[in-house]
Nanobody, 115 residues
Framework: QVQLVESGGGLVQPGGSLRLSCAAS????????MGWYRQAPEKQRELVAR???????YYAGSVKGRFTISRDNAKNTVYLQMNSLKPEDTAVYYC?????????WGQGTQVTVSS
């Protein structure tokens, strides 16, 4: 069974940066579009960024220009570089396939932006 393991979260001040990683087991990783999602307290999970198997990228308007998604198919890993972080970016961040979450959700990684 494929497992997703997110890492790289933490506490950062406004304006700071973090780089998230998501490692996926399984040989079919490269054939899927992958997304980074986030869920803030008492809010629904939302798509933050998406990268197709061929590298086509989409960003939510709230993060466009600040976040960068990338993938390394050889390592079965997708990344999210987050710059100019804002308090409203505080959430648990998850990765999964998109548009349908084919894999079981991982534990996520907590990102807290606060002074």
């Amino acid at each position: 069974q494929v497992q997703l393991v997110e890492s790289g979260g933490g506490l950062v001040q406004p304006g700071g940066s973090l780089r998230l990683s998501c490692a996926a087991s399984g040989s079919s990783f490269s054939s899927y579009a992958m997304g980074w999602y986030r869920q803030a307290p008492e809010k629904q999970r939302e798509l933050v960024a998406r990268i197709s198997s061929s590298g086509f990228i989409y960003y939510a308007g709230s993060v466009k220009g600040r976040f960068t998604i990338s993938r390394d198919n050889a390592k079965n890993t997708v990344y999210l570089q987050m710059n100019s972080l804002k308090p409203e970016d505080t959430a648990v961040y998850y990765c999964n396939t998109h548009p349908v979450a084919v894999y079981s959700w991982g534990q996520g990684t907590q990102v807290t932006v606060s002074s």
